[in-house]
């Protein structure tokens, strides 16, 4: 299995995580509003989209944060190795990119490295590196999760980053159910992805029927990678990427991971104890505004809703 030799949290989101800058202070935003990370320029983001060179054999895992990326890619990693677990932190074989400017993607995965390359992705479909992903030779997994628990996923990880002032939840969520936050709108993102499902090379999984089956979903993506499986390493694939084995696996090649947190739960429904009626209505309006044309249904843990 390739490697790149990439740190697993880029230098300038460390500082942030350790207060040395504030998270909150200034971002770049790409056309439609689309709030970046502090640090990352929304010229490389636009250079990664019109010049990274895409190999039919490349594998992206991509969704909006919060929703599955790692653990998905997780899976891709065990299926192409046989089952066996990783022997190296997870970002130094498949590096999320979308921090990263196209000098540093080309180091890492450039045209020297072998084939297949692994790589994760946040930003909506109109931004995907390399370009319109129904046009592209590769491969793209796409996960969607339902927005009120990525809401609180989110919030809870951006909470560790040093703010200007206090983030509560109560502003937090408007911002979120705005767009206002980084990545934009969850429910942009997912219709980006939604309206180009049917293309053969897009492969579209829901978070929650991943956790209540995940043999199936071992299923789903292997075949889709074009991989002949017996149904017992499906099996075992599946038992040692629970998000628990997985965490412990990634923890152990960096110590970042534990300290921030960004390998949480994976719980359904932990938006429960943070949702109140109205915050409910809130969101549901917007899912409402934005994906009521779709077929697609979030379920949200105890209860489903459109």
């Given at each position: 299995?390739?490697?790149?030799?990439?740190?697993?949290?880029?230098s300038?989101?460390?500082k942030?995580?350790?207060g040395?800058?504030?998270?909150?202070q200034?971002?770049?935003?790409?056309?439609?509003?689309?709030?970046l990370?502090?640090?990352v320029?929304?010229?490389?983001?636009?250079?990664?989209?019109?010049?990274?060179?895409?190999?039919?054999?490349?594998?992206?895992?991509?969704?909006y944060?919060r929703?599955?990326?790692?653990?998905?890619?997780?899976?891709?990693l065990?299926?192409?190795?046989?089952?066996?677990?990783?022997?190296?932190?997870?970002d130094?074989?498949?590096?999320?990119?979308?921090?990263?400017?196209?000098?540093?993607?080309?180091?890492?995965?450039?045209?020297?490295?072998?084939?297949?390359?692994?790589?994760?992705?946040?930003?909506?479909?109109?931004h995907?590196?390399?370009?319109?992903?129904?046009?592209?030779?590769?491969?793209?997994?796409?996960?969607?999760?339902?927005?009120?628990?990525?809401?609180?996923?989110w919030?809870?990880?951006?909470?560790?980053?040093?703010?200007?002032s206090?983030?509560?939840?109560s502003?937090?969520?408007?911002?979120?159910?705005?767009?206002?936050?980084?990545?934009?709108?969850?429910?942009?993102?997912?219709?980006?992805?939604w309206?180009?499902?049917?293309?053969?090379?897009?492969?579209?999984?829901?978070?929650?029927?991943?956790?209540?089956d995940?043999?199936?979903?071992?299923?789903?993506?292997?075949?889709?990678?074009?991989?002949?499986?017996?149904?017992?390493?499906?099996?075992?694939?599946?038992?040692?990427?629970r998000?628990?084995?997985?965490?412990?696996?990634l923890?152990?090649?960096?110590?970042?991971?534990?300290?921030?947190?960004?390998?949480?739960?994976?719980?359904?429904?932990?938006?429960?104890?943070y949702?109140?009626?109205e915050?409910?209505e809130?969101?549901?309006?917007?899912?409402?505004?934005?994906?009521g044309?779709?077929?697609?249904?979030?379920?949200?843990?105890?209860?489903?809703g459109a």
């Open positions: 299995m390739a490697g790149v030799g990439l740190k697993p949290i880029s300038h989101m460390e942030y995580l350790a040395e800058m504030l998270f909150d200034k971002f770049e935003m790409l056309p439609g509003g689309i709030k990370f502090p640090g320029k929304a010229l490389d983001v636009l250079d990664l989209k019109e010049k990274l060179v895409i190999r039919s054999s490349d594998v992206f895992v991509t969704s944060v929703s599955g990326t790692n653990w998905i890619m997780y899976i891709v065990l299926i192409a190795n046989g089952g066996t677990p990783l022997e190296k932190d997870l130094s074989i498949a590096p999320c990119i979308d921090i990263m400017k196209l000098i540093e993607v080309e180091v890492c995965i450039g045209h020297a490295m072998e084939s297949p390359r692994y790589m994760k992705h946040h930003y909506p479909y109109d995907v590196a390399g370009g319109p992903p129904h046009q592209s030779p590769a491969k793209y997994i796409y996960s969607y999760r339902n927005p009120r628990d990525v809401a609180v996923s919030y809870l990880v951006e909470k560790q980053f040093a703010h200007k206090p983030l509560t939840w502003k937090y969520l408007d911002d979120f159910v705005d767009g206002n936050v980084v990545y934009g709108s969850p429910l942009d993102n997912i219709r980006g992805w309206d180009h499902k049917d293309s053969p090379n897009i492969l579209m999984l829901s978070y929650e029927r991943m956790k209540k995940p043999v199936g979903a071992v299923q789903s993506i292997s075949t889709f990678l074009g991989y002949q499986l017996s149904q017992k390493l499906i099996e075992e694939i599946a038992a040692n990427s998000i628990d084995k997985m965490k412990m696996n923890e152990s090649f960096n110590s970042a991971l534990t300290k921030y947190k960004f390998v949480r739960k994976g719980a359904v429904g932990e938006w429960h104890n949702f109140g009626p915050d409910i809130k969101l549901d309006a917007a899912v409402k505004e934005k994906l044309e779709t077929d697609i249904v979030f379920d949200y843990g105890d209860t489903i």
